[in-house]
């Protein structure tokens, strides 16, 4: 064995917390979500959109593949250096006026968070759209201690209003359409004029005069960060309606929260990232929005300005060769959009905060298998291997490949995958692959059922999973090998 | 050229047709075809779904068989291009992992000399038009593996539109995943049953008679929920309408005659 089974040992590394696992496994989960045809239409209507949109942007840059590499690249380096690239962060954000604060897991950065808070005196936040945020369940957390988190990004305060959970990175409401939304507006939302409409204009003019009243009180901004540079303690978010902006500039204090993931080596390297995440996610040449910031400056902006460094598993997942690369996503959200199985169950069917392919790397890895009857057990099985995400991802990472991988380490922690009998049916299986003569043999066994000229449309279990959606066609009477052994014997011919 | 045909072990079991056509062609093409009798399956199965110390050895038996065939052969071929997929990018990876380093590295050289059916023709042996006649309208499903893995292009298309007489009508969302996944189809069934039914409808929207492709696992799972829905189109793989002449045409499927008592709605034979 060349690589040590990380998920099952304990190896002291920090454990994560928060909303990285579902109760639902994913067949249950998804099976659920299919049957909601409203469900359905939104989510096909808008990856399939969104799905071209990308193509015709990735396609202007005729240097598309090397930016690909040069990103896989640079985060291949930047995760076999993180300690030091961290340590040195954290030393040019403090150079700079900042406080740079480490976090093992949820528990500890809600607990950082709130005490920062609670020292301004304020009770209410407004949040920059963040997946850290959503992944250690700060709204929540920050709800018991008497604190209102405001979420500004407009899709994160449909699903905020809403009492719903995001089922995208970059889209949390994408399973919501305009009616939908019109409808948690006008329900949830302080001052949203009774008669308001469904279309796209009004709604935005709704969410803008309620979050302008927001954005001049609010004493403490809450944001994550899409990319730290080592080098100059910059820290970058990029958006898309500039309402994250008036939080990183309007407010007296920054909290920023940050998977450690985030850091890159150099801040040169953002010239890399700024091209490949837009493209990627919105299909635009450029986000709207690029905020970049490094610790505080005197007069303009946050004058207190905080990091709040979070592991939350993700020292975990470094550990492992192979899966580490989970931890190059920069959350674009292009493998959600051109997944077959995202595009018909949703997010939510994956019980993390991060839904899709990517989802189904990270959150097993990150949360650590508990075992077989673990939820995050069943997602590095929520995939046809089709591939479509690798080819999607802006840094490359081959998904495919790590959900295989995951899966054999399922099988060596002696967890089964399948139901019953699998075990029993792979150990006959690989028994007879090995020899010729014993496979000739087993499927010759078919022609007991080859009297049967029509096919089957219903056969037992477990053969039935099989039947219930799909016929089976007539088995031959001869195999190949046998047809082909008697052509030798008529020809006289031998190979 | 002698080539060594690996039949997979799908074509051997379940649709011989596949691998005979196989055989067919590259004997029309003037090359000489040897089916090791010793092989059986590249593993993938095993793999796919987590059991690698099981398919281990199953990958050894491959490249030990086909290793040896390739003493006396200039090329491995097979009709799947996700078997292909397996030997070429799980094969030395499991080997690899478990530290055989030996046999990852035997396992590279076979992969480096096997090729899925469109590649050999018209990389290896650079032929497009293959003398094939098809007079009947199809539609091509390129398949997960051979279009993202092996990347195989445009190459079967090309194979097709020189088939004289042969109508081939553009499948829509041809590169989506058809939902079969290997043990996926079983363990996430009404997941992959959903793709299955908008993958039918994309085929049936076509028009065609024939619903093609170059891979028999896809083809069983599409076929299945062809037949199932009673749609009256078959599936051929792409060398069974390569190997179709005028003098010896391959017959189109015929659709599965109705159940005689008890009919059941799609979806509803549990
Ligand atoms: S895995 Fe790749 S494609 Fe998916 S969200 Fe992350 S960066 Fe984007």
Redesign the interface.
């Known amino acids: ?3 040590p089974m990380t998920r099952t040992v304990d190896l002291g590394m920090p454990t994560a917390t928060g909303f990285l696992r579902g109760e639902q496994k ?2 249950a989960a ?2 659920d979500r ?1 049957t909601d045809a409203q469900l359905r239409r939104n989510l096909a209507h808008a990856t399939g959109t969104i799905r071209t949109k990308r193509l015709r942007a990735v396609a202007e840059l005729d240097d598309w593949e090397e930016l690909r590499l040069a990103g896989s690249a640079i985060k291949t380096d930047a995760m076999a250096r993180l300690p030091e690239l961290l340590e040195q962060l954290e030393a040019t954000v403090t150079a700079r006026g900042g406080v740079v604060h480490w976090a093992r897991d949820g528990v500890e950065a809600n607990r950082i968070i709130t005490d920062l808070i609670r020292a301004t005196g304020a009770d209410e936040v407004v949040k920059v759209k963040s997946m850290a945020t959503q992944e250690i369940g700060l709204n929540e957390h920050l709800e018991t201690e008497g604190i209102r988190a405001i979420e500004t990004d407009l899709a994160e305060l449909i699903v905020q209003l809403g009492n719903d959970r995001p089922s995208h990175i970059l889209v949390p409401a994408i399973h919501r359409n305009r009616t939908e939304i019109r409808d948690i507006f006008r329900t949830a939302m302080p001052g949203a004029p009774a008669d308001l409409g469904d279309e796209p204009r009004e709604l935005a003019m709704a969410a803008r005069s309620y979050l302008r009243e927001r954005f001049l009180t609010a004493r403490v901004a809450v944001s994550g960060a899409n990319f730290a540079a080592a080098d100059t303690g910059t820290l970058a978010v990029v958006e898309s309606e500039g309402n994250g902006r008036m939080c990183l500039t309007l407010p007296r204090t920054l909290i920023t929260v940050m998977g450690i993931e985030k850091v890159l080596p150099s801040f040169t390297d953002l010239e890399v990232f700024l091209q490949l995440l837009p493209r990627s996610s919105t299909a635009e040449r450029m986000n709207p929005y690029t905020s970049l910031w490094t610790g505080v400056t005197p007069g303009d902006g946050p004058q207190e300005f905080h990091l709040v460094l979070l592991d939350n598993g993700r020292t975990r997942v470094l550990a492992d060769e192979v899966g580490r690369a989970a931890l190059h996503c920069i959350r674009c959200s292009a493998c959600l959009n051109v997944c ?2 995202y595009e ?2 949703g997010g939510h069917a994956y019980g993390s905060v991060y839904p899709g392919p990517i989802g189904a790397i990270l959150s097993p890895q990150l949360t650590g298998i508990t075992g077989p009857d673990d939820p995050n057990a069943s997602l ?9 995400c ?2 999607a991802c802006p840094v490359r990472i081959d998904i495919p ?1 790590i959900l ?1 991988e ?7 922690a002696g967890h089964r ?3 019953g009998g ?1 075990d029993v049916a ?2 006959a ?2 028994w ?6 014993r ?1 000739g043999r087993l ?1 010759a066994l ?1 022609r007991l059922l080859s009297w049967r000229r ?2 089957f ?2 056969l037992p279990w ?1 053969a ?10 007539p ?2 009477a ?4 046998q ?3 008697d052509r030798l014997r008529r020809t006289g011919s031998g ?1 | 050229m002698r080539i060594a045909v690996f ?1 997979t ?1 799908l ?7 596949v ?2 056509a196989t055989v067919t062609l590259l004997e029309r093409l003037g090359h000489q075809a ?8 590249c ?1 993938q ?11 281990l ?2 990958v ?2 491959h490249v030990e ?1 086909f290793e040896a065939a390739l003493d006396s052969c200039d090329a491995v071929v097979a009709p799947s291009g996700s078997c292909v997929g397996s030997v070429r ?2 094969h030395a ?1 499991v080997a ?4 055989d380093d030996a046999l990852a590295e035997r396992a590279t050289a076979v992969a480096g000399r096997t090729y899925e059916l469109s590649e050999l023709l018209v990389d290896v042996l650079g032929v497009t038009d293959v003398g094939a006649w098809f007079g009947h309208p199809v539609t091509y499903y390129p398949t ?2 051979s ?3 092996l990347r195989v292009g445009d190459k079967p298309v090309r194979l097709l539109r020189a088939v004289q007489d042969i109508d081939l009508i553009e499948l829509p969302g041809a ?3 058809c ?18 039914t908008d993958k039918v409808a994309a085929v049936t929207s076509t028009g065609a008679q024939v619903c093609s492709a170059g891979d028999s696992s896809c083809l ?2 599409i ?3 062809l ?2 829905l009673r749609t009256g189109i078959g599936t051929l793989h792409l060398a069974q309408i390569l190997a179709s002449t005028r003098e010896h045409p391959c017959p189109v499927p015929e659709p ?2 109705p ?1 005689r008592r008890r009919p ?1 709605l799609p ?1 509803a ?2």
Request: hydrophobic content about 40%; some cysteine.
């Open positions: 064995m060349t690589r994913f067949p998804a099976a299919l077959p199985v018909r169950v590095p099985y929520a995939s046809t291997l089709c591939g479509a690798f080819d490949s295989v995951l899966r054999a380490d399922a099988v060596e995958p399948l139901p699998q792979m150990a299986a690989a007879a692959m090995t020899d010729g003569r496979w499927i078919g029509t096919g449309r219903r477990p039935s999973i099989w039947t219930r959606h799909r016929d089976l066609p088995l031959p001869r195999t190949f090998r047809q082909w052994r190979s | 039949t072990c074509a051997d079991a379940l649709y011989p047709a691998a005979r040897v089916v090791p009798a010793d092989q059986t399956c593993g199965m095993h793999l796919n779904t987590g059991y690698w110390a099981r398919g050895p199953v050894r038996h068989t990018h799980q990876m690899a992992r478990y530290d997960c593996h279009l993202r893995m590169d989506s995943c939902g079969f996944g290997g043990t996926f189809a079983l363990k996430n069934e009404a997941t992959s049953s959903a793709m299955l069983m799972h076929g299945g929920g037949s199932r599965r005659r159940a059941s979806g034979a549990r």
